[in-house]
């Protein structure tokens, strides 16, 4: 059986919880173009004694930092704040050109402005989400110690005045991962620079240093180091310092380094293009160790396949290289020594924060049945992903699978024979439940767009042509006087529409998916983007002409930056499965979900939109006989065939 829209029964939500590399401070970074250009190649990293060093100048401090990015700051911060001298030193020009100017933002566990609110994300949460999601790969005592002080690094800046949005505020158990330790900057550039400035210049025990590399550690006779050397403007500084904290950074900007720990992999750097390995390698001469894993999550390391198609993006909905389906198909992951090396479900959900260990070897192995393995020999791997509502019900038509979740207006089209099936109905299919609410969202950043008759002129993306999107969008348009004539169609993908409402290339686009929907997420967390309500004569409209629209509420808080309710229409995400199928197969599916319907609502927040009223009403195709079976049970009788 194939749930192929969204693995709705078994989801659960990503791994997102990414940490520095200090253990302070986590941060997405922007795209390379952002970044400032490497000064030089770095120079080769060995540990050196003081003694044999001749430095244009001398330094005497308790603490030296490398890199003032996010870790750095932060590690300098909170030593200076516990009454330590600490000189930090950094390859950029100014605060302006460090890489903590060009986040995001933070994932961060247990600040004070998180601890306000109730299911607040405990730190132990995040350790088994983490370690889970890495397959207990990750140094657990180290991934602790980093949660730890990651609440107390919020604070920091929060109490030196940068000012964030907080993506958990009004989020609960079931809200994903992401959103329950968002800390996002409200603030870019420069002025966020400013605050950054402002915060050190405010430790008067504290030193910060632009334009200087740290070329070497420095050890005493005993191997315990002493200190470093550093390239500044006017020639070669030697720091010496009870304690060095190295927080330069990863190596994706060094091809040497990412040809040796990742198996020769073309993989695109989407951070900066400093990031190029040094600091690590002075770590290394002084006899650091490497761990297993270089990150928590692959989008956390900024990489990806090179030969993506569509070239790799870490926006959700993105497709990326065939590899990275593997675990979709139902099989277990091993590398050379014969070890599980991966959460295998965590990458079939959540396949860019799950990817680096695909990537660390050149060879690994799987563990997959028979059967898959002769469908492999000649079914294209992307035939093994569905295309949607229309794909799924061709799909069981055609007898590939047996089991789909489609949107209810989709259905709708295939039983009557109409639109997206004009070709000829299909009747070979049979509902088992509703499931979910999938919400009709008209998202702009234009703030004279105030209801759907506003898009009249307007660059508008209404989905690929015949797609369910399309059809709602036109539903949309039609209720409120218009036609597709009336604007200026584009006909674009979720990511992309958010892609283009950033660059400014469209006023407006559909989104049809369960809220909270990714693409907007991420939209209205560094924009100030909105939903426009789909309510009045036009929600009256449109459930008068079709029957399989309602009306839905999505409540305030459901996006960053939304302080109000917002009404819309919705369809509804239903799962059908083949009338050929077993009435006792479905009736023992249909039990399965609704009497563990409370368990499914702790692993996905759509979960708790399920309920009996939901999973019967607004049905226009006929449910099955072993659905309809255990609906009587419950009181309730539906039409089955």
């Known amino acids: 059986m194939r749930i192929s829209r969204r693995n709705f029964i078994k989801s659960l939500t990503a791994s997102t919880a990414g940490v520095a590399a200090a253990g302070l401070l986590a941060s997405c970074n922007s795209a390379a173009s952002s970044a400032p250009a490497a000064s030089s190649a770095p120079a080769e990293s060995t ?82 989400r983490i370690m889970e999601g890495t397959n207990y790969q990750c140094n657990g005592k180290v991934v602790r110690n980093m949660l730890k002080v ?4 919020a604070d920091i800046m929060i109490q030196g005045g940068v000012q964030f949005m907080y993506a958990f505020a009004n989020s609960d158990e079931n809200t994903d991962w992401l959103s329950r330790g968002g800390h996002v900057y409200l603030e870019e550039g420069e002025p966020r620079a400013n605050n950054f400035r402002e915060m050190c210049a405010a430790r008067s025990t504290l030193t910060t240093m632009f334009s200087t590399r740290a070329t070497q550690l ?22 010496n310092a009870k304690a060095v904290i190295c927080c330069g950074g990863g190596f994706l900007a060094n091809a040497d380094m990412v040809k040796e720990h990742f198996a020769g992999a073309q993989i695109v750097n989407q951070g900066f293009a400093t990031v190029d390995g040094s600091t690590i390698q002075m770590c290394q001469s002084v006899g650091a160790q490497l761990g297993k894993n270089f990150s928590v999550s692959c989008n956390e390391m900024g990489a990806a396949n090179f030969k993506a198609k569509p070239q790799y993006s ?18 277990i992951l091993m590398d050379k020594n014969g070890d599980r090396f991966i959460n295998e479900q965590r990458m ?50 055609s007898g590939d699978y047996q089991l789909g979740t489609v949107q209810s207006d989709t259905m709708s089209y295939a039983w009557e024979g109409t639109r ?36 009249a002129g307007r660059a508008v993306s209404i989905g690929a042509p015949g797609s369910g999107v399309y059809f709602n969008a036109i539903d949309v348009l039609t209720a409120a006087g218009l036609t597709e004539n009336d604007i200026k169609p584009q006909y674009l993908s979720f990511a992309d529409s958010a892609d283009a409402l950033k660059d400014g290339k469209i006023d407006a686009a559909f989104v049809v ?89 702790k692993e996905n927040g759509k979960g708790a939109e399920l309920s009996l009223d939901n999973a019967t009403s607004g049905m226009t195709a006929p449910f099955h006989k072993g659905a309809a079976k255990y609906f009587a049970e419950q009181g309730i009788t539906v039409d089955a065939q």
């Open 420 to 455: 997206s099936f004009d070709s000829g109905k299909v009747d070979s299919f049979r509902v088992v439940a509703g499931l979910y609410a999938e919400a009709v969202q008209l998202v702009t950043m234009d703030p004279n767009i105030k209801s759907a008759k506003d898009l």
């Open 513 to 601: 998916a369960g809220a909270p929907t990714p693409a907007i997420t991420e939209l209205c967390t560094t924009n100030d983007a909105y939903l426009v309500p789909l309510d009045g004569d036009v929600a009256d409209a449109m459930m008068a002409a079709c029957p399989f629209y309602t009306t839905y509420v999505i409540p305030a808080g459901t996006y960053p930056g939304q302080d109000a309710d917002v009404t819309t229409v919705t369809v509804k995400a239903t799962l059908i499965v083949s009338a050929s199928a077993s009435e006792e197969d479905v009736y023992n599916l249909t039990k399965a979900i609704f009497d563990n319907a409370a368990d499914i609502a």
């Open 150 to 153: 990651s609440g107390r690094a």
């Open 47 to 128: 540990a050196a004694d003081a003694s044999s060093v001749q430095p244009a100048q001398l330094l005497e401090t308790d603490v030296a930092v490398i890199g003032l990015g996010a870790s750095g700051m932060l590690a300098a911060l909170g030593a200076a704040d516990k009454g330590a001298n600490v000189i930090a030193i950094d390859t950029a020009p100014n605060f302006e050109a460090t890489t903590n100017t060009h986040t995001t933002g933070s994932w961060l566990v247990e600040s004070s402005e998180q601890l306000k609110y109730d299911h607040y994300l405990t730190q132990e949460q995040a350790f088994g």
């Open 348 to 397: 079939a959900e959540q396949t860019m924060y799950t990817g680096e260990p695909l990537i660390r070897d050149s060879v690994y192995y799987t563990v997959i049945d028979s059967a898959n393995l002769e469908r492999l020999k000649t079914t294209p791997v992307y035939d093994f992903l569905s295309d949607g509502s229309k794909a799924n019900i061709q799909g069981i038509d």
């Open 314 to 331: 870490w926006a959700p909905g993105r497709n990326t290289s065939a590899c990275f389906y593997l675990p979709l198909f139902g099989n």
């Open 218 to 239: 420095l050890t005493g006779s005993d191997g315990k180091v002493t200190g470093l050397l550093a390239e500044g403007s006017d020639g070669v500084i030697q720091i």
